[in-house]
């Protein structure tokens, strides 16, 4: 258990060690890769939603000059089930048709086949020689309608899982799930006040400014090299590996700086397809996709369409509630339903609830993670409901949640009972919170909301060395999205007592450190941080034996303080202290170089919880919102480097605003998406932000030495609903659907 | 197609390379001078992470021709610091922690330098504003802007 | 004997029985002696996460399982 | 497919001689200033190989020209350099507003007000403005300039009144009197960065008592064009400009456009948006007039 002792490094911000090549341009992303001999890829992708594929011909594309390699479905494997295998997320059959199409075309801009050529501009005009042979059948766009008994199918052969009797015909269910406890008619029953709410958000993008990139060169042997932006180098080497049916080893991945993924850089894309181009071409293959690929085939967020009822006492105890999740898969089953449906009501202490969740196919891109996956949507639902049943009670939005906050020992709506928790000490810390004191400034409304993520912890591996000079190389397998190397390098410094100036971190490819799972799941400070502390106590224990070596005595007479050897009291006092530097100087005589490391599946991931408000305005006569001032509250367990805490706090405050005001996928009757760019994908700009202001909670994690909770999922699930619960404050209009922007507010202010 | 012949001056340094007439700049600096700094996020002007400055107006190298740089002083990331280190602005965002993922940090701290030659000591809405071009999906701009407000104030006493 | 609850996508495996007691050490004698119990359960049951005591664990395998432990084996979790 | 080619010429008549031959060959042309539409259209909805003709060496299109009674702004001035001209911002504050509004930073510093309006988006910012402020374009052929109202150039969606073988070279404007105000507004969902949903201009002049005595009102994104709505200006002429007479300006505004629905906006919204705007833009313009 981390004693509150203070500490010397961790709670600090010094600058990330990797900081200076990201000021001035050296650092290496995705696309700032260029080999000799290299080719540049293109991919050509489906024109239709939904077809049947009858021939595609890459033959006269092949033969174009300056062509060297052209491929499609059928250059791929068969593909065969199973588990993908890292946080690809279902089958591999799945993941593979979802890299090329096979047999159809499941939403426009799916792939179908792939070029590469000396240049970008020939490799585009080799995409129009591939003759395509499409059976067009009906899409079917609309969630509620996919639902139906008799919507046109995006698969046939989809039989809906977990249901009591297994299904007998096909549907675009792929799959439900129910969560129950205690009896909630009796729980309804008994309530004084009953609220309800339906909620629908449309389909999301991630929206990471850098697009999917990646070059791979494959050399006679068969060995590929691939260099790739992604979240995970080791998940995307696994599930290439599934995908081309290659052996492991003749994969070789290294992660290049990545330029933002929030969960949508754990699947592959390009990666197999830059294999496959560059093995028939015996060329490096660079493939970059356009920021309208980015938009129309890689992994958005999936819509939702949410029902809530809440029943409660006149003291706001509640004693019913029940949700009813559908969840747009997007082209494969995948949907985050079973996270949304474990979130909905997981702050929440109940006695009786029912929770119904849906994995619904649809003719649209395949969803993939954004975030806590899943928890963003249910929330929005949830908190809207919460906050109209305060109104119903005439109760403080946050008294509402205190009286039902789960806290250690609650029976948790996803099953176990909670170890330490912090979301009391959020909510009683915003309930006091300056600006919480502050009066709503005139026309806006405030609006309150919980969030809540499980926090992940899954394998990670690490290396410390040292030096000649005792300075510290750790080598770690997550690739550095929001300063992680940072926080690796102050646990080190914590634990070896050495100062953090002193310490480098490599983010190894998949040859040269110990297998990772992804920089995701909010997991990387916990669990490679844990992993890099374990390492350097190996670290600490080989110096105190050299140290014993040195003078002579037995290793348990020997100390670590401060980053030095020490005798223990009561041993030959004049021994002088070695530290470091000391112990690697005479490290060839002691037993030659010091190397500590740890692999490890970390467990006890702490769940973060976060109570986030903010003051938002409407401009009545034209429906436009404007966010006047954000207060985001988390508990971290232990925040290492406090400034990169804020900013996940700060970053998923905006990401979430962006997704209540003005985000949204808008496809038209044939299933194209109309806005696949920044113009009309409307991403909040640095004019549309106040300041967001943030206050760190601390309770810490008894699972890590350092009492760590992950902090980088939390932030996005309560932003939506306080933008909802902020705009019916204002207006005394609820309006329950996403993105609130003008036409909608404006439309509902009239219609109220 | 025949490709154009332009000379110009990157960072001070004269530089010529050959375009073909619908090349943009961006192309030209990340795939022929390997100036990969210049990062490209949309190609259509919508991000900024491609600002340079072109005869020091700030501008998205992706929607200017490489035919165009012709005579011109193009100022790249590659370009702001100096022989005696950083310069303050990209000192101020590491100190802010003003970047996460790094991905539009070159087009900000371009952007940042011209808006403080204009503006010595801008408001928060000035910055918020000259930076609208600026996405960032990562910081959720609070750290962004308090590292140029610092920035301002440091060139200010230095001036 | 420890209290081992399942959720319901995972009653397929064992006809429709909610909550079981089960004497186990640890996670392996837990899988087997449920594997006893309904054949064919092992398979999926070792890919879902299972909590115990509070604890929720993606891969468990040696964990140890105490006298009046309380299991709830949950849908595996991923993150973004 | 043919290829593209780049040609920057040096006058008017090189370029209008450029022009004549390029069409006379049929050779697929496009003239670009600051080239921030061009280049994004070659990019996304246009990818046809053509011949680019930069006019931004020309001394004509970049000449700023503050004279007695008229102002002459070059088609190819960079909205940033526009807005850093102070006697300019100062004369005609509605149409800097519009220019400022183009795009961020980095785009005004290319866009120009020509580029706007040759590109003729029902959208385009400163179409309003420039048909609220009068504007008249200075148009060069091979047989030399001739002049067209604003409001007449664009003639629909995409298209202008240049023939193959003109360029525009710039506008020109009619100063603003003692007590002439103009304003334009625009509403967009975020604070920057958006194509306009709806752009009202409003350009009035006021008498000593403050009575309206002369008035412009263009809408845009409204309709295919942006388009002159003299109904407008009739609500406000004779009027204090005080509310009533704003709420009818800008009903008539609702009155004169027909928009569409699309990713940006709804018929309903835009109809009803386009008199907010209008009122609001009126009563800057007043203010401004009035000082």
New interface residues.
């Given amino acids: 258990m981390a004693e509150a002792k203070d500490f010397k490094f961790i709670g600090s ?1 010094p ?2 060690p990797d ?2 090549d ?8 995705g ?2 890769l ?1 080999l000799p001999n290299m080719l540049y890829g293109r991919v050509l992708r489906s024109p239709h939603a939904h077809a049947r594929i009858k021939r595609v011909d890459v033959s006269a594309a092949l033969a174009m000059p300056g062509v060297y390699a052209a491929i499609s479905g059928a250059d791929f494997p068969g593909a065969k089930h199973g ?1 993908i295998g890292g ?1 690809g ?1 279902g089958d591999v059959a799945d993941v593979a048709k979802n890299v090329m199409a096979r047999d159809k075309v499941l939403y426009h801009g799916h792939a179908v086949a792939a070029v590469a050529a000396t240049s970008a ?1 020939l490799a585009e ?1 080799a995409l129009e020689a591939i003759e395509v042979e499409y059976d067009v059948l009906t899409p079917v766009l609309d969630l509620d309608a996919a639902m139906a008994a008799d919507a046109p199918l995006v698969n046939e052969n989809c039989f809906t ?2 249901l ?1 009797e297994p299904a007998e015909k096909p549907s675009n269910i792929a ?6 406890r205690g009896d909630v008619d009796e729980g309804f029953e008994q309530a004084d006040v009953i609220v309800e709410g339906e909620y629908r958000i449309p389909m999301v993008h ?6 999917h990139a990646c070059t791979a060169t494959v050399n006679e042997a068969g060995q590929a090299t691939v260099w790739t932006c992604t979240q995970g180098h080791f998940s995307l080497r696994s599930q290439t590996a599934s995908v081309l049916d290659m052996g492991i080893a003749d994969l070789k991945f290294i992660a290049s ?8 850089k ?1 699947v592959i894309y390009l990666e197999p397809l830059a294999v496959l181009l560059s093995k028939q071409s015996q060329r490096p293959v660079k493939m970059v996709m ?3 690929e980015v938009f129309r085939a890689s992994g958005p967020a999936a819509g939702t369409h949410c029902r809530i009822r809440l029943g409660a006492k006149k003291d706001g105890t509640i004693t019913a509630a029940t949700a009813w999740l559908a969840y747009e898969a997007g082209a494969f089953e995948g949907a ?1 339903m ?2 949304g449906a ?1 979130c909905v009501f997981a702050p929440y202490d109940l006695e009786n609830f029912r929770i119904e969740g849906f994995d619904v196919l649809v003719n649209k891109p395949k969803v ?6 899943g928890a963003p949507q249910a929330a929005h639902a949830m908190e809207s409901a919460l906050d109209e049943l305060a109104r119903e009670l005439s109760m403080d939005p946050i008294d509402l949640r205190l009286v039902n906050a789960a806290q250690e020992g609650t029976q948790a709506a ?6 330490a928790i912090g979301l009391k000490e959020c909510l009683e810390a915003a309930k006091v919170h300056p600006n919480y004191a502050k009066p709503v400034p005139e026309g806006a409304g405030r609006g309150v909301a919980v969030g809540f ?6 394998e990670s591996s690490a290396e410390v060395h040292l030096n000649e000079d005792g300075t510290v190389q750790i080598i770690e397998g997550n690739p550095d ?3 992680s190397r940072a926080s690796m390098a102050l646990m080190a410094a914590e634990t070896l007592g050495v100062p953090y100036e002193n310490i480098r971190v490599l983010v190894g490819d998949t040859e040269a450190s110990g297998f990772s799972a ?1 920089t ?4 990387t400070t916990f669990a490679t941080g844990m992993a890099v502390i374990q390492a350097c106590e190996d670290v600490i224990a080989q110096c105190k034996a050299r140290a014993a070596a040195t003078w002579g005595v037995d290793e348990d007479q020997v100390a670590w303080e401060d980053g030095q050897a020490v005798p223990v009291p009561g041993v030959n006092a004049e021994l002088k202290p070695l530290s470091l530097a000391d112990i690697m100087k005479n490290a060839a005589r002691t037993g030659g170089p010091i190397l500590g490391r740890a692999s490890l ?1 970390a ?3 702490g769940a973060g919880f976060s109570v986030n408000f903010g003051d938002l305005k409407v401009d009545d ?4 919102v ?1 966010v006047l001032s954000y207060t985001a509250v988390q508990d971290a367990g232990k925040a290492i ?1 406090p ?2 805490v ?2 996940q706090m ?6 979430g605003l962006g997704w209540a ?2 985000e949204e996928y ?1 496809f038209d009757a044939d299933g194209v998406l ?2 696949p ?4 994908y ?8 106040p ?2 202001d943030t206050q760190i909670i601390e309770v810490p994690n008894p ?1 890590h030495p350092y009492g760590v909770r992950g902090v980088g ?1 939390t932030p996005l699930c309560a932003p939506l609903a306080v933008a909802a619960n902020a705009v019916r404050d204002a207006t005394g209009v609820r309006v329950t659907d996403l993105p609130l ?3 909608k507010v ?2 509902a202010l009239e219609g109220a | 197609m025949s490709k154009l012949h332009v000379t110009t001056s990157i960072n001070g340094d004269p530089v010529e390379f050959l375009t ?1 007439p619908e090349q943009t700049l961006v192309d030209v600096l ?2 022929q001078l ?11 002007g ?2 900024g ?1 491609c600002s340079v400055l072109v005869d020091g107006r700030l501008v998205c190298a992706c929607l200017v021709l490489a035919a165009e740089a012709e005579g011109a002083e193009i100022t ?3 370009g ?2 100096t022989a005696d280190g ?1 310069h303050p602005i ?1 000192e101020k ?5 003003a ?8 087009g900000y ?1 371009v952007a940042t330098k011209a808006l403080l030659e204009k503006h010595p000591e801008p408001d ?2 000035t ?3 000259w ?15 308090r590292a140029v407000q610092d920035a301002a104030t440091t060139l200010a006493h230095e001036a | 004997m420890a209290r081992v ?1 399942f ?3 995972l ?2 495996v064992t006809g429709g029985v909610r909550e079981v007691e089960v004497a186990a050490a640890n996670v392996r004698d837990l899988l087997l002696a449920l594997e006893a119990q309904f054949p064919g359960s092992e398979e999926t049951l070792a ?1 879902s996460a299972i ?9 468990a395998y040696l ?1 140890p399982i105490g006298s009046n432990s ?1 299991i ?1 084996f ?2 595996r ?4 | ?1 043919g290829s593209f080619a780049y040609v920057a010429p040096k006058t008017v008549r090189e370029t209008t001689e450029k022009l004549a031959e390029l069409s006379g060959a049929g050779t697929p042309t496009q003239i670009m200033a600051g080239g921030t539409d061009v280049l994004v259209q070659l990019r ?1 909805v246009n990818r046809a190989a053509r011949t680019l003709v930069d006019i931004k060496g020309l001394a004509e299109t970049n000449r700023l020209d503050i004279g007695a009674d008229e102002t002459y702004i070059g088609a190819a001035i960079p909205s940033a350099v526009l807005n850093e001209n102070n006697d300019l911002k100062t004369l005609f504050p509605g149409l800097t507003e519009a220019a400022d509004l183009i795009g961020s930073t980095q785009i005004q510093g290319r866009a120009s007000i020509g580029g706007n309006l040759c590109n003729s988006s029902p959208a385009g910012d400163s179409i309003p403005a420039l048909i609220a402020n009068g504007a008249v374009c200075v148009i060069a052929g091979p047989g030399g300039e001739r002049e067209l109202a604003v409001e007449d150039f664009v003639t629909g969606v995409g298209q202008n009144a240049l023939a193959a073988d003109e360029l525009l070279l710039g506008l020109k404007l009619p100063n603003p009197g003692p007590r002439t105000g103009d304003a334009y507004l625009r ?1 967009i ?7 306009a ?1 709806a752009g009202c201009g409003v350009r009035l002049d006021l008498d000593e008592a403050g009575v309206c005595t002369s008035a412009r009102v263009g809408i845009g994104a409204v309709a295919p064009t942006a388009l002159l709505v003299p109904a407008a200006a009739e609500a406000l002429i004779g009027t204090k400009v005080d509310d009533a007479a704003l709420a009818a300006a800008g009903a008539a505004c609702s009155e004169a456009a027909s928009p569409i629905t ?5 018929v ?2 835009r109809t ?2 386009i008199s ?1 705007l209008c009122r609001r833009a009126g009563a800057i313009a007043r203010d401004r007039a009035a000082k």
């Fill in positions: 911000r600058v990330r900081g200076v990201k000021v001035t341009g050296r650092a290496q992303f696309a700032d260029n588990d946080e997320g501009s005009a899982k977990n009591p799959a439900v799930m129910n969560l129950a991630q929206g990471y400014i850098e697009p700086e990545i330029g933002g993924g929030f969960g949508g754990t356009s920021r309208e985050p079973g996270p474990m993939a993670a954004y975030r806590a996956p996803y099953g176990p009972k909670f170890p993520w499980f926090n992940a912890g899954m999205i929001g300063g992804v995701g799941g909010s997991r599946n467990r006890g991931a006569e034209t429906g436009k404007d480097h400034a990169y804020e900013g700060q970053g998923g405050a905006v990401q005001l003005n808008v109309e806005n760019g920044f113009l009309d409307r991403i909040p700009v640095a004019s549309d932000m300041m967001i699972s999922e922007s003008p036409p404006l439309a | 073909a990340r795939e390997d100036l990969t700094g210049t990062k490209e996020g949309c190609s259509t919508d991000c992470a790249t990331i590659e702001i610091a950083l990209q965002f590491l100190e802010h922690a970047l996460q993922c790094g991905i539009c940090t070159p701290i928060e809405e910055i918020r504003y930076l609208a071009g600026n996405l960032c999906r990562c910081t959720g701009y609070d750290k962004i802007v | 609850v959720p319901d996508h009653l397929s890919k909590a115990i005591d509070g604890q929720i664990h993606q891969d964990e309380e709830f949950m849908l979790l991923e993150g973004g | 497919m996304t509403f969902p975020r604070t920057e960065m958006d194509i949903v699309d990713k940006r906006g709804t309903e919204y009803k948006v907010v």
